[in-house]
């Protein structure tokens, strides 16, 4: 897949998501196989008055190239400036947030509610690429009513601003994460513009990405729940696109992962914040698995990250093989 000027090894990308897809989990979803990955939601605002947190969540790593930074704010002037920032820093693209239905960023007119203003839309996309030379992409959802009429004309307008692609996950912002995706309007967005779609909402396994291909037409697929702690997700849709028996993650590679993920935590945050961060984090990685809880609850109480190296070894070994299947 082509994203303006950059070529994409292969068409899973990793979706966007606040406090998850942070440097570390992105370098795992790029070392099992998917092509692209995105920060989680930047704010303009933040960048373009210096606050050392926004930015700090533009740091990237040359393993997770290619980078999308994604940013979201309502002013275009102030999007400009933002998108300079990003363009400076190093990314490889940019993303534009006009999908994100949080009430704090609804409020300043942002995330989904750009989707309702399309002058201010148009600014904003206009703006942006009168500023920037990098590909730009939107994420966008359904709109505010279910009928996808607000998706296809932020797309045509997007499309009119220079965007080179979109992601749409197709939920109303009313909806949230209840009900389904209805994938049928990423097939209609796939009739009503040229530049690429890629398509997100309810992968829950591998096969759902031939499943959307093959049913939408899309040129991408965005995968963010099912990835969370499943990073092996991304061999697997691949093994599927290739003909191949999908690999199952075997417990020297799932503790292996594990570890490579503290160990990029550490490099990242510093060992204090790593350990935090990380007590919320390794039990993903564990999910349905035998005593999964027993192993989340011991890792709540841990100070120092080898003892987390420590218990995540316990863990694994104690698994049988067929606990893994
Ligand atoms: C915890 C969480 C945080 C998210 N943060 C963002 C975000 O920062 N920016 C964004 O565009 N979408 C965000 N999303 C939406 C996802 O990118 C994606 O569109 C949505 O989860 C649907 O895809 P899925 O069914 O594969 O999870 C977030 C979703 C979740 C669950």
């Not at 700090?56 to 999308?68: A, F, K, Q």
């Not at 363009?87 to 609804?106: E, K, P």
């Not at 779609?197 to 499943?211: A, E, M, S, T």
């Amino acid at each position: 897949m082509k994203i303006g000027n950059l070529v994409l090894e292969n068409p899973l990308i990793l979706a966007p998501m606040a406090g998850i897809t942070q440097l570390p989990f992105r370098r795992l979803a790029r070392e099992a196989g998917c092509a692209l990955v995105v920060t989680e939601m930047v704010s303009a605002n933040g960048l373009v008055h210096g606050s050392k947190k926004t930015t700090e969540l533009l740091i990237s790593h040359p393993n997770e190239r290619p980078l999308s930074a994604q940013i979201f704010g309502a002013d275009p002037e102030i999007m400009k400036e933002a998108a300079l920032i990003v363009q400076t820093a190093g990314a490889d693209l940019l993303d534009v947030n006009l999908g994100c239905s949080v009430r704090r960023v609804i409020r300043q007119g942002a995330g989904a509610a750009l989707m309702r203003e399309p002058e201010r839309l148009e600014a904003v996309l206009k703006g942006i690429r009168s500023a920037v030379s990098l590909p730009l992409t939107v994420k966008m959802r359904t709109g505010w009513e279910p009928s996808g009429k607000q998706a296809i004309r932020a797309a045509r307008i997007a499309e009119y601003c220079g965007v080179d692609a979109v992601a749409i996950h197709p939920r109303t912002a009313i909806q949230g994460f209840s009900g389904r995706a209805d994938w049928s309007l990423i097939a209609r967005l796939k009739e009503s513009v040229s530049m690429s779609v890629i398509g997100n909402g309810d992968i829950r396994g591998p096969d759902d990405v031939l499943r959307m291909q093959r049913e939408t037409g899309c040129d991408g697929v965005m995968i963010g729940r099912a990835a969370i702690g499943n990073p092996w997700i991304f061999t697997q849709a691949l093994d599927l696109m290739h003909a191949r028996p999908p690999r199952w993650p075997d417990r020297p590679k799932r503790l292996n992962t594990v570890l490579r993920y503290i160990d990029y935590a550490v490099n990242h945050f510093g060992e204090g914040r790593a350990v935090r961060i990380l007590r919320s984090r390794l039990g993903w990685f564990t999910k349905g698995l035998p005593h999964s809880s027993c192993f989340r609850a011991s890792i709540a109480r841990l100070k120092t990250t080898q003892e987390m190296v420590d218990a995540v070894r316990t863990y694994f070994e104690s698994l049988e093989t067929a606990d893994l299947s």
